[in-house]
């Protein structure tokens, strides 16, 4: 068991997770933001559980979208005025 301190973190209170203990459960900070789930228990307990990354997230937001004809609309950018490939 490890012990940690709750301190002030801005406007909001933060409780430090050991990097041993971030080690264990082989997450890595280091290259990004790790989000996670936040509950109270029955008994009182804070349980934190890692989100999954949702590999498939722009297909998510778009899963019940049906093309209509209105979409399809071509633009046009005109000449190209540098090195664009087309």
């Known amino acids: 068991m490890e012990l ?3 301190s002030r973190w801005g406007n909001s209170n933060a409780v430090r997770i050991p990097k ?4 264990k459960l082989e997450i890595n900070t280091d290259s990004s933001e790790v989000e996670f789930e936040l509950e109270l228990n029955s008994n009182n307990q804070i349980v934190l559980t890692q989100k ?3 590999k498939n997230y722009l297909a998510t937001l778009f899963k019940n979208y049906e093309v209509s004809e ?17």
């Open 4 to 6: 940690v301190k709750l």
């Open 20 to 23: 041993n203990i971030l080690n």
């Open 52 to 54: 999954e990354e949702d």
């Open 70 to 86: 209105s979409d399809k609309v071509e633009l046009d950018w005109g000449e190209p005025k540098g090195v664009e490939l087309f």
